[in-house]
RNA sequence: GGGGGGUUAGCUCAGUUGGGAGAGCGUCAGGAUCGCACCCUGAAGGCCACGAGUUCGACUCUCGUACCCUCCA
């Protein structure tokens, strides 16, 4: 029987029974942050076990998608060593939301196995929790089922609980036995073994209880049941193979990895078996998430996906298989899961896309990374230890990227092990380094939340002007009841018309104007939330606590601001139309001077696609469409498809701004009136800021304006220098220029050596020859200490046996440099001579026998230290060699 | 925002007590061969990312800037 048999059978088994069929939902849960992924078959349903939500049906079935990696469930490491770990798996459940109980799932689950599958009774076992009596009277009630198989088993098996309160219950497991043929052998082998040969194949939870606080469970109204069949196991099952890899679930995608490892897979007793299965599990996880949208990326889910992608590279590596091999197999993947996933098809391009970055990504890492790992093993080594310190982990993970289990792997076949504890001891100390760093540079609120006990109304939204009291005064950090001239002060105002910093619009600047004095504000912050703080200094007279001020935003920075702001949602808008959903906010920063926009994108955005984003940004901003902005219920927000990217953060109630047919988004922010006021959107550059995450910056309306005036004279300047062209025609004039000097300079230093050469003949009667070998002492005014080097090329072309050393004359010093050729540099190191040559000029010098540099100032005895030089050389020189 | 690392020939990269800028591939010329891959000989190709500083002297040491990689927040 096929998987697809059995997903087929199971649906409608479960759809004649009354239950409302459900298609899988996203691994991406819904509204659970405290999630990382679907992991269970009942999370979609979880609010309604909850209580939270009203069911639609009282009974659903689903076959629902499920990644267990990363998070408390962390299986990765055990997948593929083992015949049923998977990150990636599908989970068949049946659920009653207050409407059937246990009578009916015990019945439901037995007729299935034995009637629709065909299974026979006398494989099966069932497991109950210890003092579920209800249980056990209705599965010894079954026909065909042995009340001797019926096992008793504790909390630890056979208790289910949601977390630490909530709704929970006992539970009741089958079983199927695989014979003694899987049995691990002890005598204790028997049903709770965690070996192989009973194998838990559908697990019935009975919701009936809910946990309080104090521990204390009390019945539930409604009692629900969440069944779980994992397909891949029951897949196994009915194809009568020992692991799940080799049902049809796995082998049309491990075929084509052995085909292209053209290295057989030997179901299970290969010693290469495990790479098979590493391979194919996690191009199921990757592929799948990929279609979610998820991008590799290091926080988050998209760090458990490029882990995933990464292990399956890495495990590629010990199959040899041909590289690049992800984007291929995630091909065979789609083909593979075709039946009941058509929509993969439309996804498998970007999939393959960024599957072969990654792919790229990561060889590259592995191969800049590898040699140095094996320089520190070898280290390590050499020192008698088989440890891998810390540090060294840390600086291998932090500098390289390189991954930590890759690291264990290597070190294993070289009997090293590693120091997990000093590596996290790093991690933390670099994770303390962070905070510090982020905590420093928060201004600290002088007065504690609780003080203020009313929150500031903020009136910035449709006024820029308001009279508000100075409820709050604050000096050097303390309260106080005025402020004078020339002070700096922070203070409260309500109501205010000044935004407070935050969602990554900066604080409004602008002028407060009391009764005997006034305030140039130079920022606000939110230090606490719904509360505003204005920041600034005392221009004139005194300001008491409890006056009303009136307040003057600085108009100019909050339209600049504004219109930033909304071109900001703007650029969101086009990234995700250019590049794709996948794109992600990670970041943002909104001034009147510019914005700065990071977001999540795998690979730098190329010049093509920013000339297209920054085209359809203008071409909005000229369609002047209205920028709205309304508060509404958060759930109503996410039905009008708002994006909300951090939305922990965010109230029951939101404000969503939105560009009709164009943008809607979650923003707190103050916005152009209409995109039309943002005049022109002008992209200054496009960067990378970490991993995995680009940054924009670009500058709209006047800043844009003064942007392009700027380069329009910094073009025309330039295009004066180049002698009154136009900057087209200045580029390849440039070029021109360029080709000519380089010729010039080669014929400069052409010319330089032949006259060199020529001048050098004149030396001719200055050297120096002892027995065959010949010395030359000489000075030179030069303008070019390069040209020293030009001239000793030429002076020692000739010479097979001898030494030069030329002292060059430039205005305010002189240099030194000597050459010896190889035989006589044994018994004349030109550098001794150098040397103290360079200490008589109250300088420093050497190098090596053959060659050495030295120099000082100009000597104000330059003629009398030249003799006494000539004269020490050419006597040490024949010292020498004179036997 | 804070760390760690990188930037050397068209490409991939070497280059330590600071002292003449290198290799392989590619390009061009010549040789060898019926011809090709190969092989042999030779040549061109470099502001050692940029800017300061230290030094007689900086690819090398220090500081800053730009860009890229990577980790943390």
């Known amino acids: 029987m096929t998987s697809w048999e059995i997903r087929q059978k199971y649906l409608h088994f479960f759809e004649s029974r009354g239950h409302a069929v459900t298609p899988s939902s996203s691994l991406i849960p819904a509204g659970d942050p405290t999630l990382l992924f679907t992991n269970a078959g009942m999370v979609p349903f979880k609010d309604i076990f909850l209580g939270l939500e009203s069911p639609r049906t009282p009974r659903a079935v689903s076959i629902q998608k499920c990644i267990r990696a990363g998070g408390k469930h962390n299986d990765l490491d055990r997948v593929g060593f083992t015949r049923r770990h998977h990150t990636f798996f599908e989970m068949m459940g049946n659920f009653s939301f207050g409407d059937y109980f246990k009578s009916d799932a015990i019945a439901f689950a037995w007729e299935f196995l034995t009637r629709e599958l065909a299974i026979d009774p006398k494989r099966l076992w069932i497991t109950i929790f210890r003092d579920d009596d209800e249980a056990m009277a209705l599965w010894s009630a079954l026909p065909g089922v042995d009340p001797s198989r019926i096992v008793r088993l504790g909390e630890k098996d056979n208790f289910w609980q949601m977390g630490d309160t909530g709704p929970c219950g006992p539970c009741s497991e089958i079983l199927v036995d695989q014979g003694p043929a899987f049995s691990c052998g002890s005598p204790d082998c028997m049903v709770g073994c965690d070996c192989d040969r009973y194998l838990e194949i559908w697990n019935l939870v009975f919701m009936q209880f809910n946990r309080s606080r104090d521990g204390v469970l009390t019945p539930l109204p409604r009692p629900s049941i969440d069944t779980g069949m994992g397909l891949e196991r029951i897949s196994a099952i009915m194809a009568g193979v020992a692991s799940n890899y080799e049902t049809d679930l796995f082998l049309p995608l491990i075929d084509s990895i052995s085909q292209k490892a053209k290295v057989p897979y030997e179901m299970g007793n290969g010693s290469l078996d495990y790479a098979f299965r590493v391979i194919a599990d996690h191009l199921r996880s990757g592929v799948f998430l990929l279609h979610e949208g998820i991008v590799p990326s290091n926080e988050g889910r998209g760090y458990v996906l490029r882990r995933i992608l990464r292990r399956a590279i890495q495990f590629s590596l010990e199959l040899e298989l041909p590289s690049p091999v992800l984007s291929d197999l995630a091909k065979q993947t789609v083909l593979m899961m075709h039946h009941p996933y058509p929509e993969l098809e439309n996804s498998l391009s970007r999939i393959q896309d960024v599957l072969s970055h990654e792919e790229d990504r990561f060889s590259r890492t592995l191969s800049e990374g590898l040699p140095v790992l094996k320089g520190y093993i070898n280290e390590v080594i050499s020192r008698n230890e088989n440890i891998l310190p810390g540090e060294m982990l840390f600086k291998l993970h932090d500098t390289h ?385 390069k040209d020293l080097r030009l001239r000793m090329d030429a002076l020692k072309s000739d010479v097979t046996s001898g030494a030069v050393l030329l002292l060059g004359v430039l205005p305010e010093r002189v240099v030194l440099l000597g050459w010896a050729s190889e035989d006589v540099a044994k018994k004349f190191p030109v550098s001794d001579l150098v040397k103290s040559f360079s200490a008589r000029l109250g300088g420093r010098g050497g190098g090596k026998p053959i060659w050495a540099e030295g120099g000082g100032p100009m000597p104000e005895n330059l003629e009398s230290l030249l003799a006494e030089m000539r004269e020490i050389g050419a006597r040490t020189f024949g010292d020498a060699f004179k036997a």
């Open 401 to 785: 990227g390189f991954p930590i289990d890759v690291c264990e792997d290597v070190a294993r076949h070289q009997g090293v092990h590693l120091d997990f504890k000093g590596f996290e001891e790093k991690m933390e100390e670099q994770r303390e380094r962070g905070r510090q760093s982020w905590v420093g540079k928060k201004e600290d609120f002088p007065v504690p939340a609780s003080r203020l006990s009313v929150p500031v109304s903020f009136l910035g939204y449709e006024r820029d002007q308001v009279m508000g009291e100075a409820i709050l005064l604050i000096r050097d950090g303390k309260e106080v009841t005025e402020v004078h001239e020339g002070e700096s002060v922070s203070l409260v105002l309500t109501p205010t018309v000044f935004y407070g910093e935050g969602g990554g619009q900066v604080g409004d600047r602008g002028l407060l104007r009391g009764p005997f004095g006034q305030i140039t504000v130079s920022s606000a912050k939110k230090p606490w939330p719904g509360w505003i703080l204005l920041v600034g200094t005392v221009t004139s007279g005194t300001v008491r606590k409890g006056e009303l001020l009136d307040q003057q935003v600085d108009l100019f920075s909050r339209r600049q601001t504004e219109i930033h702001h909304t071109a900001t949602h703007l650029l969101h808008a086009a990234l995700r139309q250019v590049l794709g959903e996948h794109v992600r906010q990670a970041g943002s920063l909104v001034t009147p001077e510019r914005l700065r926009f990071d977001f999540s994108s795998p690979h730098p955005v190329s010049k093509v696609d920013l000339e297209e984003i920054g085209a359809l940004v203008n071409e909005w901003i000229r369609r002047d469409q209205p920028v709205n902005a309304s508060e509404m219920e958060k759930s109503k927000a996410q039905e009008v498809g708002a994006l909300a990217f951090f939305d922990e953060k965010y109230g029951d109630i939101v404000r969503v701004v939105s560009v009709e047919g164009t943008s809607t988004e979650f923003c707190g922010g103050t916005h152009a009136r209409s995109t039309g006021q943002i005049g022109t959107f002008l992209i200054l550059q496009e960067s990378g800021v970490a991993a995995g995450i680009r940054r924009i910056e670009a500058v709209c309306g006047s800043a844009a304006y003064d942007r392009i005036l700027y380069w329009k004279s910094s073009l025309e300047a330039f295009e004066q220098e180049m002698g009154g062209v136009k900057s087209e025609e200045a580029l390849s004039r440039l070029a021109t220029l360029k080709t000519e000097r380089d010729r010039l300079q080669r014929e400069v230093a052409a010319l330089k050596t032949k006259l060199f050469v020529s001048e050098d003949r004149q030396r001719d009667k200055e050297w120096v020859r002892v027995n065959g070998s010949s010395f030359l002492f000489t000075d030179v005014t030069i303008d070019d200490p």
